[in-house]
Antibody, heavy 119, light 109 residues
Framework: EEQLVESGGGLVQPGGSLRLSCAAS????????MHWVRQAPGRGLVWVSR????????TYADSVKGRFTISRDNAKDTLYLQMNSLRADDTAVYYC????????????WGRGTLVTVSS | QYALTQPPSASGSPGQSVTISCTGT?????????VSWYQQYPGKAPKLMIY???KRPSGVPDRFSGSKSGNTASLTVSGLQAEDEADYYC?????????FGTGTKVTVL
């Protein structure tokens, strides 16, 4: 069964850091672009970042540029999101999603991991 | 933060149809044939319902259909069923990024 499982969320103080992981299974992880999408409580989906299948092409939403770093380890079938200088408005459920034909749409999603930024 | 514009809510009785609009710009919806739609139940992950404007993934009922005209895409749910009550989000490829819509809550009366 194809699956994405996020982990690493939790409570962090403003200005702090957190690293999220997304473990993939059931499909050839190294063949796909991967994305992070977040959803603040009671709000809509917001695209955060994407990385190509080899980790060479990376883009970010303006709201996280310079603070978040996306990466992947194809040997471990795992996607990461390093989040630094966290702010209250980064509070959200973070989903990893598999991109089809790079970034045309997302056909597989994880269940998400909640990040809460609060003092 | 920029987002595609969707109506906050839409509703219909069982068996009726409901159409949700998704308005962007000539840099996203109007430029690419890569509009997708996602269904999300409370507390659950989104599910792909439509991709590349009007294509349905395997397993999605043909009651769901998509279209696009200019900078506006649309999702139509025909023959509404109770299980269709959910939040729906459009999304467009925009070159160096992807952009989601503001979301529409569909209520089955």
């Amino acid at each position: 069964e194809e699956q994405l499982v996020e982990s690493g969320g939790g409570l962090v103080q403003p200005g702090g850091s957190l690293r999220l992981s997304c473990a993939a299974s059931g499909f050839p992880f190294s063949a796909y672009w991967m994305h992070w999408v977040r959803q603040a409580p009671g709000r809509g989906l917001v695209w955060v970042s994407r990385i190509d299948n080899e980790g060479r092409s990376i883009t970010y939403a303006d709201s996280v540029k310079g603070r978040f770093t996306i990466s992947r380890d194809n040997a471990k079938d795992t996607l990461y999101l390093q989040m630094n200088s966290l702010r209250a408005d980064d509070t959200a459920v973070y989903y990893c999603a598999r991109g089809v034909a790079g970034a045309r749409h997302f056909d597989l999603w994880g269940r998400g991991t909640l990040v809460t930024v609060s003092s | 933060q920029y987002a595609l514009t969707q109506p906050p809510s839409a509703s219909g009785s069982p068996g009726q149809s409901v159409t949700i609009s998704c308005t962007g710009t000539s840099s996203d919806v109007g430029h690419y044939e890569y509009v997708s739609w996602y269904q999300q139940y409370p507390g659950k992950a989104p599910k792909l319902m439509i991709y590349e404007v009007s294509k349905r993934p395997s397993g999605v009922p043909d009651r769901f259909s998509g279209s696009k005209s200019g900078n506006t895409a649309s999702l139509t749910v025909s023959g509404l069923q109770a299980e269709d009550e959910a939040d729906y989000y459009c999304c467009s490829y925009a070159g160096s990024s992807n952009v989601f819509g503001t979301g529409t809550k569909v209520t089955v009366l």
